[in-house]
């Protein structure tokens, strides 16, 4: 999926150094403006506009400026000047986002939405929300001749967070003329900032959105930058006599940025298949060729996919989505993503760490624990719902929770919902516990008995009273689509927190009650002679004394029905073994079944659940697609009476075939993967055909 929104270069590199921090001793006062008409001072929520250089700077090698506009919050920009409380109601630009900023606060929901794009080219050397006291520590000065003059801007002993008690430090901003070289010096004062104090530091163009900024993702001596994901969370001020340096350069031609990679932080391996993608950025001023892009899997979990894009336009984005994955052992991997060398190799690759389990999953990054510092929350009930999908049957016996460290004794609801509402969205009640409280940390919630989910589902943590619940997030640029929403109120639509610029990555995960002492292969099922088979293999079993096959008819209440001891001699194999059962009382209804397998000590673990016809035969049947809308991969599950070869049919609504795969059968349930990616947006039908008829047809929309 390409990105449409406006691209103008970040043309800049980066260096960090040594120098004494030069006070402005004689410079002219900035006479703040307060941003708000009542309550609040100009010192804390100000600005002045139209702040003389002293002579022509050029900004990014496009944009000519003779004033700068300074915010009192510890940045300038060098668009529209700002306005006070008078004119329009301000939030004061306390909330600090180079990627999006200047933002407010929706005054509705309480999220932040971009909202003062013309006043962007932003210039930020401590963004945050700060106090300099008095006004006359808002100074400014040129100095020197030309063509060498520089001009300074300083934000003197400033608070940093509204509670602050005492000074911080001070920071300048210095414009070089002839070079145009910008450079970020600091003092530091030791004072200790809130709790929840942040700041941002870095650049942006006059566009929004990956590839118009430069953030720094700390305040190190030697900090890393990036393009694509801001750090709007710096926590400490840097220290003094560090001075950041950003150096124009031309625009490169050919420069394409990983700038996002999409995947779960852990993963559960139980026969499910996984399919990654990633989101690649053109950066550079020339359309490209032919690109390969790969990814691996680099640990006890070997893998790799090699894509390739073409023709993407100067500042536009895609995303690439690569073969499936199937991990085969229980380990911690390394995920990564390349494309080849070009004028800037700094954002050609981008690893994160995988963990492989047996029943867990969640979408926590490994390496990232900055949940503690994110929170969202709403100034009304509100909920806040995160999508996830398995292909097998599954039984959630427990959710995690991550809440930040504002969180404080908040009630809240948690709620398991099917993904079936409008535009698959969520809709059924699954599951649902009320009356709980959140505190700062991972939460864990213990559904019993266990919750069965199959296909696409969401765990929706609802905000239940007018207090913020500050649920906790890590920041993902560009935020996937499709996988994290809100409402407010309740029992309002649901929103994609994706469509409106928000980089929100809410953070859940969930157990699944099928951990086996064994490893083992999935558990499937069939029909011979109405009757229902069921096979299973373990790789290895350790202690094992026997499994117990159980039936449900309804996906949450079983009941044994039959025993078979381990084939392993003592209970012990290094080898593969294959089990299987029939069930010759078969029930005239869908039945669902799992293995509960038990050791020497009477410990016992489940098995996926397989959910089998009840009607005493097996239909030819196209049983789910999903996603369903779908952008590329589209999964689906068929049945078929007979193994042999069959046709998937992809009709639009004009009843014209688009697209016909033929695919290999087996008798019973069969899962097939398509690639739909170069499929035009659009309402299409999809049907299964063969030499003895056809199957239902099933409404797909692509998007």
């Known amino acids: ?352 760490k995988i963990q492989i389990t047996n029943n867990l999953v969640s979408n926590v990054s490994l390496e990232d624990n900055s949940y503690q510092y994110n929170g969202i929350g709403n100034n009304v009930p509100s909920e806040f719902a995160t999508l996830f999908s398995t292909v097998y049957y599954k039984s959630i016996n427990q959710i995690s929770l991550y809440f930040s460290n504002e969180c404080n004794n908040t009630p809240f609801d948690i709620t398991v919902y099917a993904a079936d509402g409008i535009n698959n969205n969520p809709g059924t009640i699954l599951w649902q516990q009320t009356g709980l409280t959140g505190n700062p940390g991972i939460n864990y919630v213990n559904i019993t008995p266990g919750v069965t989910v199959q296909g696409s589902y969401f765990i929706a943590v609802t905000q239940s009273t007018a207090t913020s619940i500050s649920y906790a997030y890590e920041a993902e640029s560009p935020l996937q689509a499709n996988t994290y929403f809100y409402r407010t109120p309740l029992n309002s639509n649901w929103i994609d927190i994706a469509s409106e610029g928000n980089k929100y990555k809410l953070l859940m995960g969930v157990q699944y009650d099928n951990t086996l002492p064994v490893t083992a292969t999935k558990f499937n099922g069939y029909k011979i002679s109405a009757k229902n088979v069921l096979k299973w293999t373990t790789y290895t079993e350790i202690n094992n004394d026997h499994f117990v096959v159980e039936r449900s008819t309804n996906g949450h209440d079983f009941t044994a029905i039959g025993t078979l001891n381990t084939l392993a001699p003592s209970g012990n194999s290094s080898s593969s073994l294959n089990y299987s059962f029939t069930d010759n009382n078969t029930l005239p209804v869908n039945s669902y079944y799992r293995i509960r397998q038990v050791d020497k000590l009477s410990n016992y673990a489940f098995s996926d659940v397989v959910m089998l016809i009840g009607d005493g035969k097996i239909p030819y049947s196209l049983n789910n697609i999903f996603p369903n809308p779908v952008e590329s991969i589209l999964k689906l599950s068929y049945s078929s009476p007979v193994a042999g070869n069959n046709t998937i049919t992809l009709y639009d609504i004009t009843g014209r075939i688009v697209k016909q795969i033929g695919i290999n059968s087996v008798l019973g349930d069969n899962q097939q993967q398509i690639n739909l990616a170069e499929i035009n947006s659009g309402q299409y039908f999809m049907q299964l055909l063969n030499g003895s008829g056809k199957s239902n047809t099933i409404k797909l929309i692509k998007k």
Not at 4 to 14: A, M, Y
Not at 110 to 122: A, D, I
Not at 260 to 270: P, R
């Open 1 to 352: 999926m390409v990105s449409e929104r406006s691209f103008s270069q970040i043309n800049f590199s980066f260096s960090a150094a040594k120098s004494t921090y030069q006070p402005i001793v004689s410079g002219k006062t900035a006479n703040l403006n307060p941003f708000f008409s009542t309550g609040i001072s100009a010192t804390d929520e100000g600005f002045a506009n139209n702040i003389p250089i002293g002579f022509n700077f050029l900004y990014n090698y496009n944009q000519s400026v003779s004033t700068v506009n300074i915010c009192s919050n510890g940045f300038v920009v060098l668009g529209t000047g700002f306005l006070d409380g008078t004119v329009s109601s301000q939030d004061g630009y306390y909330v600090n986002d180079l990627m999006e900023g200047p933002c407010s606060y929706s005054p509705s929901t309480g999220l932040v939405k971009s909202g003062h794009q013309n006043q962007r080219s932003v210039i930020a050397p401590f963004w945050g929300d700060l106090d300099v006291q008095q006004n006359s520590n808002m100074v400014y000065q040129t100095t020197g001749t030309a063509p060498n003059r520089v001009f300074t801007i300083e934000w003197k002993n400033f608070k940093w967070d509204y509670q602050c008690i005492a000074a911080i430090g001070s920071v300048e901003l210095k414009f070089y003329e002839t070079t145009n070289v910008i450079e970020f010096a600091y003092s530091n004062m030791n004072g200790t900032p809130t709790s929840s104090a942040k700041a941002s530091i870095g650049l942006t163009t006059n566009a929004t959105g990956c590839g118009s900024f430069i953030s720094l993702q700390d305040n190190s001596a030697i900090p890393a930058i990036s393009k694509f994901l801001e750090n709007n969370n710096i926590t400490a001020f840097p220290a003094s006599d560090l001075v950041y340096r950003f150096t124009p350069h031309a625009a490169f031609t050919q420069n394409l940025g990983i700038s996002q990679l999409y995947h779960s932080g852990t993963i559960c391996k139980n026969g499910e298949s996984y399919t990654f993608s990633a989101n690649v950025f053109n950066l550079g001023t020339q359309t490209t060729g032919s690109v390969p892009v790969t990814l691996k899997v680099a640990g006890n979990n070997s893998f790799s996919s090699t894509q390739y894009l073409d023709n993407l336009a100067p500042g536009k984005s895609i995303t690439v989505v690569f073969n499936v994955f199937l991990p085969q052992i229980i380990s911690t991997d390394t995920l990564s993503v390349s494309v080849p060398n070009d004028n800037d190799n700094s954002d050609n690759l981008l690893e994160k």
